[in-house]
């Protein structure tokens, strides 16, 4: 849902999505952030990568620290459980915050460290994704 909500806000800003990729929150993938975002890396077609993540689990902070090492491509995420308490039990996959670390928040400082923009809100993610694509081209 979130990935509709995304695709819908860059629509309405006229920016494309080369493709949509739901990897799901099961502790069992068929792919992982990290193979997905290999894959974006090299597609001539994709300027910059949104990665949506959920609190609990290692892929997202994993990704993001592949991504500082690999990516030339900017890597834009929204972690979703911000306002989650810890302990409470989250999201479609049952996703859990650890007690002892895991929360959506620690999970984006560590995005943020590896150079990940941070969409700070679901209402924002047409304008982060915008700001950084004219950021790039300034850059360029």
């Known amino acids: 849902t979130l990935g509709y909500e995304a695709a819908s806000q860059m629509k309405a800003l006229g920016i494309g999505v080369s493709a949509s990729v739901g990897i799901g929150g099961d502790p ?3 792919s992982s952030f990290k193979d997905i975002l290999q894959l974006f890396e090299r597609d001539d077609d994709t300027d910059a990568v949104v990665m949506i993540g959920e609190i609990g ?10 991504a500082r090492d690999n990516m030339r491509k900017p890597l834009i995420a ?37 150079g990940v ?24």
């Open 78 to 114: 929204y972690i979703a459980g911000l306002s989650a308490p810890k302990g409470r039990r989250m999201g479609h996959a049952g996703a859990i915050i650890s007690a002892f670390g895991e929360s959506a928040q620690e999970k984006v400082e560590i995005l943020k460290e590896a």
């Open 57 to 66: 689990g290692p892929q997202e902070a994993e990704a993001a620290i592949w």
């Open 28 to 30: 069992i993938n068929g």
């Open 117 to 140: 923009v941070i969409v700070p809100t679901p209402a924002s993610f047409g304008e982060v994704v915008a700001d950084t694509l004219a950021r790039m081209k300034k850059a360029a």
